[in-house]
């Protein structure tokens, strides 16, 4: 995954940039953080996004937030 720099900080790009993102159905589903976490873990591996997925879920693990986790969900899938 490619990274720049602005102001000194590292900025992330899309996980996701060079191919379309796995789709993931999270509405009707339960809304609980470690819920959402499963599902888009599910989604990335069986695109075969293996290191996504790990990346995804540390990330999340480490977001101080239930929209953090949502907005993680959205930068690696395409949530439905």
Do not use: W
């Amino acid at each position: 995954m490619a990274e720049k720099e602005i102001n000194g900080a590292p900025e992330r790009s899309a996980p996701a940039a060079a191919s379309p993102k796995p789709s993931c159905k999270l509405s009707g589903k339960d809304g609980n953080v470690f819920s959402v976490i499963g599902h888009v873990r599910r989604a990335l591996l069986a695109a075969g996004l293996k290191a996504e997925a790990k990346e995804f879920v540390q990330r999340a693990f480490s977001a101080h937030s239930y929209q953090e986790v949502l907005g993680l969900a959205f930068e690696y899938t395409d949530v439905r």
